[in-house]
């Protein structure tokens, strides 16, 4: 019978962006495939609906304006550089409308839909 183990999500999601490459890796994944980049941020978006929880769509946003350049996106979206670092860096959840025009210039659309 397999053993389960409990896995700190937090913890794990610390140590992997620890790992030598995996920011780079992710980033360069990014700027050279735009569908694959679309890909992630359509399955994170699907997560953060099932789960409520926005920690691993925030983490490909922010790996997405790194690809992207955070002076591009800050231009695009009119938020200052610093404003964008700050709604993407996970340590708190960002404002709607900032979510809503970060997503907007990647290409989606933030909507509501009524819970039946």
Known sequence: MPRQI???EDK???YAETLPGWDETEVQLFSEDEQFLQRSIQSELEEYEKTGDI???LLTLR???KAKGWTALSQE???SRQ???N????RSSPKVDTLAKILQVLGFR???KRIA
């Open 6 to 8: 409990n896995i700190d």
């Open 12 to 14: 794990l999601i610390a």
């Open 55 to 57: 920690r691993y769509l």
């Open 63 to 65: 790996q997405a304006a």
């Open 77 to 79: 979206t009119g938020f």
């Open 83 to 85: 404003a964008l670092y």
């Open 87 to 90: 709604a993407l860096s996970g």
């Open 110 to 112: 933030l909507y509501f």
